[in-house]
């Protein structure tokens, strides 16, 4: 959208209309997929944080307990349906509280992705960051040291995540297994049940 549309959507009061019965619904219904979209629309229309925050904390809310029936019946996510958009939730408040140097935080929830993402190319990249998060490398740094700006082109469902780095990924987590085994087992208590 242009800056020109942008301002007529948010101008809009049959379209503004719309999205405030489109919101109340995916609140109501814990649509995840209907609560991302509107999510989406309020970031792209620049409306109220307190309505963005409120969907956003809904999202959460869906995508823990979501994952939490997985961890509860033993399987893993796939990258497609609810699934995905549970890993995209999950992925996104991890890189949340890394850009807040949250790294303890950001690292329980990547290692709980770790384990429950049935995906090898995004859990290898999500072990990168593990380890990245382990060593206290905030965000920013990682972004400029680590991350290889043109992404290889991919599925649509991997625009969401950070996949490619400035080095081979399976021969830098080869040289990082002791690393990633103390990870794991600091952590392990997470998966418990």
Request: glycine share 4%.
């Amino acid at each position: 959208m242009t800056t020109e549309e942008l301002e007529q959507a948010r101008l809009n009061p049959e379209f503004l209309g719309f999205l405030e019965k489109k919101e109340k619904e995916a609140l109501e219904s814990k649509n995840i997929k209907e609560l991302y979209e509107v999510l989406d629309s309020l970031l792209i229309l620049d409306l109220d944080d307190n309505r963005i925050n409120k969907v956003y904390e809904t999202i959460l809310a869906v995508a823990f307990d979501g994952i939490g029936a997985k961890l509860d019946a033993h399987k893993k996510l796939s990258l497609d349906g609810d699934d995905f958009l549970y890993i995209r939730a999950f992925y996104e408040h991890a890189i949340e509280k890394w850009s807040g140097n949250n790294f303890q935080g950001a690292k329980e929830l990547l290692f709980v992705l770790s384990q429950i993402v049935d995906d090898e190319l995004l859990n290898e990249a999500i072990n990168v960051k593990l380890i990245a998060c382990s060593e206290g490398k905030d965000l920013d740094n990682f972004y400029e040291t680590t991350v290889f700006h043109q992404q290889t082109a991919r599925d649509e469902k991997y625009g969401y995540f950070i996949l490619d780095f400035k080095f081979d990924t399976k021969n830098y987590l080869d040289s990082k297994t002791a690393s990633l085994e103390a990870i794991y087992e600091e952590l392990k208590h997470l998966l418990a049940v």
